[in-house]
């Protein structure tokens, strides 16, 4: 198994290369060159742990890992930093009628209570395994850009990780309270953390802006430093990813309720088009999938895209409750359009060139429009979503996150929405825990109003019993160790001025 750069530079890598290098030297980004097929039946996955499910499917995209390797990755990753034996479990939300059932995968219950732990557990295992199979000895730094999770989740998977050296930026007026102070307090010799003046988009650019430099790069390299990203840019976030819709295909199957080969939907609360790429993925793999659910919120440039074919960022942005959608620039879609053009390198680059240029570009009459008719697109508004979030609650007695609830509410708008329904079965994938946007479930299931987002946590949990991640106990009391913001355009310098001190 080979990756390639979306953009259309011909050097093929291993897994192990891609996961160290993460973005393709052309600014493409690293993809299969064919996506594999499942090698086993899903029956034959029916009693597996988590673990070993995830074994199986990273051992598709990593061929050059030997099968010790990967084991010894996965068992690293998924153990008892999960508050539950499942990793994640699945949840059934009975629908009325035969409206098909909505199951909440939930992926939050790792360390930093949302679903970018299930990647970022094992991405630094899997990069120290690359590195030494590559045998590079050089000094990683990892740069991050977040929109709130993917920081925490990182801080916590490379903390103190021999050899590295871990940056994140985040938009400091655009992460919840609780996101903010998980990453400020996060503890570790090689811990770097910046609040920016800009919005996750400002940071993401900045980012990749540095990998671009190549007399930087060149710099860094002579002083034995090499960058990589956490970013889901990077195909090792990626690929781990895929193991949580086959085991949750699995969980369903073995709970007999499915007929041989019927398919679900799986809808998805989006951002950076990380997850639903997953999913895709799991899709082409094999995995009866058959409509892609592709939830937005007030930032609904994906919702218009799945339905016109035109990709237009030049919007106004918007700030909501659910901070980690709140991007204009969804990264992974460029592997998608890869995916679906059949490979077009020259015309992904070309309109790669037309966003960064003009924040634009339009796929009408390409193959690309027609592969998007596996996709569905919708968005929910802050009020509906709270709305349906309080609702859910209320009726089933099941609290979600505000970014969960974008997903729940688009589905309900799907089932009434289309006109010839599928009735399938929907997996939902739940990416937070509630209180990590606690303020805001808060005030959606109607709670008074508090000052701060600590006296939320202790609030919700009284009204819910729902218990709090041990993650987010006693955050309020920990020190603040990196409490600096800078300006977006320093990024750059502030990288270099640590790295080269
Ligand atoms: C990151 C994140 C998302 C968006 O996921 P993408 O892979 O970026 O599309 C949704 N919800 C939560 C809670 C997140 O942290």
Not at 228 to 252: C, E, M, T
Request: charge should be negative; proline fraction near 3%; include cysteine.
């Amino acid at each position: 198994m080979k990756y390639i750069s979306t953009r259309g530079d011909k050097k093929e890598v291993t897994g192990s290369q891609a996961i160290i290098q993460g973005l393709a030297d052309d600014r493409g980004l690293f993809v299969p060159k064919e996506i594999p097929k499942f090698s086993f039946s899903l029956e034959s996955l029916i009693g597996k742990s988590y673990k070993d499910v995830a074994v199986l499917v990273l051992k598709e995209f990593l061929t050059d890992f030997t099968d010790e390797e990967i084991e010894a990755c996965a068992s690293a990753a998924y153990d008892e930093k999960f508050d539950t034996p499942e990793i994640a479990p699945l949840v059934r939300i009975p629908q009325g009628g035969n409206l098909g059932d909505v199951y909440f995968l939930e992926l939050y219950h790792g360390k930093t209570a949302a679903f970018k732990d299930m990647a970022l557990s094992i991405l630094p295992h899997l990069l120290m395994t690359a590195l030494a199979k590559e045998g590079v000895d050089k000094k990683i730094a990892i740069l991050t850009a977040t929109s709130g999770d993917t920081g925490k989740a990182a801080l916590e998977g490379f903390a103190d990780v021999k050899g590295t050296e871990i940056f994140v930026f985040y938009p400091k007026d655009g992460v919840s309270e609780i996101q903010r102070r998980q990453m400020i307090t996060q503890t570790g010799a090689n811990v770097h953390v910046f609040g920016i003046d800009g919005n996750f988009d400002d940071a993401q650019t900045a980012v990749k802006d540095v990998f671009n430099d190549v007399s930087l790069g060149e710099r860094l390299a002579s002083e034995g430093v090499l960058l990589s990203s956490a970013n889901s840019i990077n195909i090792g976030r990626l690929v781990p990813q895929v193991a949580y819709y086959v085991k949750a295909y699995v969980d369903i199957l073995a709970s007999g309720v499915l007929d041989e080969g019927e398919h679900i939907n799986v809808c998805v609360p989006t951002g950076n088009f990380g997850n639903i790429l997953a999913a895709y993925y799991a899709q082409q793999m094999g995995l009866p999938i058959e409509k892609l659910i592709c939830a937005s919120n007030e930032n609904k440039v994906l919702t218009d895209f799945i339905n016109t074919g035109v990709y237009d960022a030049r919007r106004e942005f918007f700030i909501t409750s659910s901070p980690s959608m709140d991007i204009l620039i969804s990264s992974n879609l460029e592997r998608l359009l890869y995916h679906l053009s059949g490979g077009d390198t020259s015309e992904v680059a070309s309109l790669m060139k037309s966003l960064d240029e003009s924040r634009y570009y339009d796929v009408s009459g390409t193959a690309i429009r027609e592969g998007l008719s596996g996709f569905y697109g919708g968005c929910s508004d802050m009020p509906l979503t709270h709305i349906r979030l309080k609702d859910l609650f209320e009726k089933e007695d099941y609290l979600v996150d505000t970014h969960t609830a974008v997903a729940y509410s688009v589905h309900a708008d799907y089932v009434q929405n289309v006109v010839d329904f599928d009735y399938n079965k929907t997996v939902i994938a739940s990416t937070a825990s509630a209180y990590k946007f606690a303020g805001s479930v808060a005030a959606a299931i109607g709670l008074p109003d508090f000052d701060n987002d600590f006296d939320y946590l202790s609030a919700l949990n009284a009204w819910t019993g729902v218990p709090v991640p041990l993650g987010l106990v006693g955050l309020d009391r920990k020190p603040l160790l990196h409490d600096e913001s800078i300006e977006k355009s320093a990024i750059k310098e502030t990288i270099e001025r640590i790295l080269l001190k």
